[in-house]
């Protein structure tokens, strides 16, 4: 074929909604020319993750990053991820924050996306997430309902290869369809923490119910990928590949269903076409050339796969217009908290998945009108965030204040094991509305290709601010029982302090919509320029609280359905 020749398609990101995406139209259409355009390069083989095991595994403090670093994109600054490190004084480099609160969450920008490093929690958003203005009088509604995407969620489940049970879900999302496989386990922590919380009366009349949280990990072997073998690093990196990352559906798309893939192809403009029948043109830098040089080619349609940070900043780039004003808007996140404590018995934390369990009943009610609805997990992984082992181990070895040592030897081994052994979180990820003076614009600092960064402003609102502190409310209520009646000590924060991280979950900015008020369709075509396509959580109205993977998986399949019918 004529190199010159348009392709029918171009993708440009290569994680999970652009590897959905491109499955979806080569398998629709079988005869389209589609390309998938990516900005790292890293292999997708069983070698390279267990390079990325190596790397993690040798890193002094472990952050999200770590099985990463060694990437040349990240190492040289080519296309570089968000640092995403516990620090938030030093983290997101790569942004340019101008507050007044700090945006806490990064992304990895390589194939397969943040899958590889995401925890691989799926539940799907409750109906009253898509009509929170009609419902509550707060946040704006989605263009359709709950029951317009719940095909699309059990396709999503199936591509994905979701465990859950079905049974436990009733009266929180309706479905159509069972899980392809039966709910993770719990570990024998998981069972002591459900007894000991079964005897919980109602917190302010709502049900305290514990159930299995879907998730994108292999309860029994997969399609090809082998069950959970309980490492307990789900956070940054599996090293079987028994959690979904979209490398999957990458392999897939180029392997089995003809797509070409481009890596280390970073996209800074696309150019619309002079007339409705000429293509789009698609500029973008190949950072393994020696001279960085723009390159282009050309498609019918392209679809923007990338996260709400670069999806917008690469519109933008292209001067694509924005006469919604809602282009980079709305940016946001779930805020996350923790209450720790040390449970009466020993949980044996870090034996399985990070968690397994969570409690959903306070993902919507009409408090909303009021403040934000959020989700619980019950860790599998000590204190979480807050505190690591070798956290504890430090503080029983070392007296930083008298600089001498505090146990050795046998005491030391006694205390460690009284105390890790029963860590036990709670934790808490809150809605937030969308608010149009949370945003990404384009910063006049550029990276190492001279590309603009993206500029972030971002203030955590009043909304997520009370329901950081219900959620402690809700959350302390239930460590209070857990005290009353099964020993439990040590609980902390007792009150809240609003202090909160990032979820990785990042949302908005590319709103669907109706015309004027959003910048895609309700099927994720562009309202001013038809040919591009929108597939990943930019498009979010607004974002529940439940984590977004899922959600962007059934919608990028429900656009590409769209797509296809349009080629």
Request: glycine share 10%; net charge neutral.
């Amino acid at each position: 074929m004529d190199p010159n020749t348009p392709y029918d398609v171009v993708i440009i990101g290569a994680g999970v909604a652009g590897a959905l995406t491109a499955c979806r139209l080569a398998t629709s259409r079988p005869g389209a020319r589609i390309l998938l355009m990516e900005a790292g390069n890293n292999p997708t083989n069983a070698a390279q993750r267990a390079a990325f095991v190596d790397t993690y595994q040798i890193s002094p403090t472990k952050p999200v990053p770590s099985p990463y670093a060694e990437l040349l994109n990240n190492k040289d600054g080519f296309a570089p991820s968000s640092d995403g490190v516990p620090d938030l004084t030093v983290m997101n480099q790569y942004y340019d924050e101008t507050g007044p609160d700090v945006f806490a969450s990064g992304f990895q920008r390589m194939i397969g996306g943040s899958t590889w490093a995401w925890r691989g929690n799926t539940p799907r958003f409750v109906p009253n997430d898509f009509q929170l203005k009609s419902k509550y009088g707060v946040g704006v509604d989605w263009p359709f309902g709950y029951d317009e995407l719940e095909p699309y969620y059990v396709q999503a489940e199936n591509e994905l290869g979701i465990s859950g049970n079905a049974d436990e879900w009733i009266g929180i999302t309706p479905r159509s369809g069972d899980y392809p496989m039966p709910g993770m386990a719990p570990s024998y922590g998981d069972e002591l923490v459900r007894a000991a919380l079964s005897t919980i009366k109602p917190i302010d009349g709502v049900p305290v119910r514990i159930v299995t949280t879907p998730q994108a990990r292999n309860s029994q072997p997969y399609r090809g990928r082998s069950a959970c073998q309980g490492n307990s690093s789900c956070i940054p990196i599996c090293p079987t590949g028994a959690k979904y990352d979209a490398s999957f559906h990458v392999n897939k798309a180029r392997d089995e269903l003809g797509v070409e893939l481009r890596t280390a192809h970073v996209a800074t403009r696309i150019v619309p076409p002079a007339a409705a029948d000429q293509p789009y043109t698609v500029v973008f830098r190949d950072w393994t050339t020696a001279d960085h040089a723009e390159q282009q080619l050309t498609a019918r349609h392209v679809v923007l796969a990338l996260n709400a940070i670069e999806t917008p900043k690469l519109w933008l780039l292209s001067g694509l217009g924005n006469s919604s004003d809602q282009v980079g808007r709305n940016l946001m996140d779930h805020h996350s908290a923790e209450t720790i404590g040390l449970f009466g018995q020993p949980v044996y934390p870090f034996r399985g998945p990070q968690s397994a369990l969570g409690v959903d009943t306070f993902r919507d009610g009409t408090f909303r009108n009021n403040n934000g609805a959020f989700r619980m997990t019950i860790g599998n992984d000590g204190w979480g965030r807050s505190g690591s082992p070798e956290k504890t181990l430090q503080s029983f070895l070392w007296d930083d204040t008298n600089k001498k040592i505090k146990l050795i030897g046998k005491p030391l081994q006694q205390a460690l094991a009284d105390k890790v052994t029963r860590m036990l979180r709670i934790s808490i990820s809150t809605e937030q509305l969308p608010d149009p003076d949370n945003r990404v614009t384009l910063s006049d600092k550029t990276d190492a290709l001279g590309i603009r960064r993206p500029k972030i402003a971002y203030k955590l609102d009043d909304y997520s601010k009370r329901a950081l502190a219900y959620g402690h409310s809700v959350t302390r209520r239930m460590w209070q029982h857990l005290e009353d009646t099964a020993g439990a000590t040590q609980v902390s924060p007792v009150q809240p302090t609003l202090k909160y991280n990032g979820a990785g979950h990042l949302m908005g900015t590319m709103r669907m919509g109706e015309k004027g008020t959003a910048v895609v369709d309700a099927w994720g075509s562009s309202h001013e320029h038809p040919g591009i396509w929108v597939v990943g959580s930019s498009v979010f109205p607004t974002g529940g609280t439940a984590n977004p993977t899922l959600t962007i998986s059934a919608l990028a399949l429900r656009t590409a359905d769209a797509l296809a019918a349009a080629l």
